[in-house]
């Protein structure tokens, strides 16, 4: 009896335990939420990503970082793309987002095919997921059932990451939207793609403060000499640099081996190498040998289904928005 109550306590717990977690994640989302109210969702969605990047390969990087964006304020629930004086796109983080006439493109499409059903915050994580897909990246599925929100603050885009947050800023940023360290390595990992404008990381270049060379000693001098080629000291600020010089539009593992060189272009990616805790994870990225591999194309996947479904609007909550650019 006594052993039964024991059993029922720790039954509890868990049920306690995982409907906190369901809750902070949100459970709302599933796999072919449209399956039966809009079958074609997925693939109208996918051809407009498809076609968009045919003209011009930048809307890849530039979803990826939008969805990113979307989720770290007031969750993954279109916010990102309302309109408006003061309405998130205008603060100074997204003023350089791009992609956003992929998705009213998509949403159009999916209007006519089934008006009224497919939010906008879905198309922006399925977009996001082509967008890998498209880069050669790897693909995972993405559970759907996403509503849109109403409420869209410039002033709320403070909580994202910035180029220059310290480890324990990124990791403080992330726990509070219910992610780890790795899922912060694993989608930094994003950065394979992509540019960054040198505004925001020449100061690593020229008069960096205590170092003789005047470039970040973190950087590897090779690279340096490379960056200051393409952004130089009193040159345009809005020029736009490939964060992973290699191969910038292609989705791969680099960017943990350009970590490990010393060529991670922003201060963010750098520090992920310079910190002991998180370099243990990009060196599990990497597969050194020793260590509990992690598989990046798998792991990416992962923490972007758990980046997804930070705090999700389902149920009652929210809309489905018409225009992706307006509330009802
Ligand atoms: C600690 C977290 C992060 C920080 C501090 C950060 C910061 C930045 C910065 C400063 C840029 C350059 C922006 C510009 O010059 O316009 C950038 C670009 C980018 N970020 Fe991140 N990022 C972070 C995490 C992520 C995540 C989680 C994703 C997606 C899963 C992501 C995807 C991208 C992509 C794809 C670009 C290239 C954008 C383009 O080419 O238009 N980033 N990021
Ligand atoms: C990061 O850069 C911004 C803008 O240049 C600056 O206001 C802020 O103080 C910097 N933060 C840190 C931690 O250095």
Known sequence: MAKLGRNMVLFFLLWVAAVASGGARGQGTRVGFYSRTCPRAEAIVRSVVQSHFSSDPS?????????????????????????????????????QLRGFDVVDDAKAQLEVACPGVVSCADILALAARDSVAVTNGPFWSVPTGRRDGRVSLASDAANLPAFNDS??????????????????????????????????????????????????????AAFVRQLRALCPQN????????????????????????????????????????????????QRFLGIRGLAGLTFGVEFGRSMVKMGNVEVKSGAAGEIRTLCTAVN
């Open 167 to 220: 480890v324990a800023v990124q990791i403080r940023k992330y726990d509070e939207k219910g992610l780890n360290a790795q899922d912060l390595v694993a989608l930094s990992g994003a950065h394979t793609i992509g540019t960054a404008a040198c505004q925001l990381f020449r100061y690593r270049l020229y008069g960096f403060p205590g170092a003789a060379s005047g470039a970040d000693p973190s950087l590897d």
């Open 235 to 282: 040159g345009d600020g809005a020029r736009r640099v490939a964060m992973d010089t290699g191969s910038p539009n292609r989705f791969d593992a680099n960017y943990y081996g350009n970590l490990r060189s010393g060529r991670g272009v922003l201060e963010s990616d750098a520090v992920l190498w310079a910190d002991a805790g998180t370099r243990g994870l990009v």
């Open 59 to 95: 809307i890849a990087p530039g979803i990826l970082r939008m969805h990113f964006h979307d989720c770290f304020v007031h969750g993954c629930d279109a916010s990102i793309l309302l309109d408006g004086p003061t309405s998130e796109k205008t603060a100074p983080p997204n003023r």
